[in-house]
């Protein structure tokens, strides 16, 4: 290994719990990521669910490269990846589930108990994480998979402007450019 693989992979290994192999001149990041999808839906979805379909298609392909992923859905869900269940099915399914919220609360729970055990949390349940989650916003992203334009939006943006998120399509930077979004 040359040096500057080895200085390299040890940085990777002081930033984050990831494993990191060299191969051949080339390094291999493995890293332990929870994927936290929408309750309302499968994953992958039997019926409707667009969200919950790319969380399938991305969790898979991560597994696919390697890396050690959790995927934090309903029970009903088909993964290769670890499946931490967070009700038995889907929500929308379930005819006893009046309010979504407590089953989306318990989630978030479950996730923020177990956040040491990862190098990324990806959310795709909006920002209903954003204040349990502040602390540790360099370990996050959520990747928004709805509406952006509403102005009820701005001044919680504005509040949790340190943490990571992309909109479906495009990642927003700062939040000078999530604002720019909305009218």
């Not at 192999?21 to 291999?28: A, I």
Request: hydrophobic fraction near 45%; include cysteine.
């Amino acid at each position: 290994m040359a040096s500057g693989e080895g200085r390299v992979a040890g940085l990777i290994r002081e930033l984050c719990s990831a494993d990191v192999f060299v191969f051949v001149g080339r390094l291999k990041v493995i890293m332990k990521i929870a994927q936290v999808a929408p309750l309302i839906e499968s994953v992958p979805p039997r019926l409707y669910g667009g969200t919950e379909r790319i969380v399938s298609y991305l969790t898979e392909e991560l597994v696919r490269l390697g890396h050690d992923v959790t995927l934090f859905a309903s029970g009903d869900s088909v993964t290769t990846a670890e499946l931490a269940p967070c009700c038995t099915r889907a929500l929308r399914l379930d005819a006893t589930v009046r309010d979504i919220v407590p089953h989306f609360m318990l989630m978030i729970d479950k996730v923020r108990e177990r956040a040491k055990e990862f190098d990324v949390c990806h959310f795709h349940i909006d920002f209903f994480h954003f204040p349990l989650f502040r602390s540790l916003a360099a370990r996050t992203l959520t990747t928004l998979h709805g509406r952006q334009d509403l102005a009820d939006l701005k001044p919680f943006y504005f509040r949790f402007g340190e943490m990571p998120y992309g909109v479906t399509g495009k990642v927003v930077d700062s939040e000078n450019e999530a604002v720019a979004v909305l009218p």
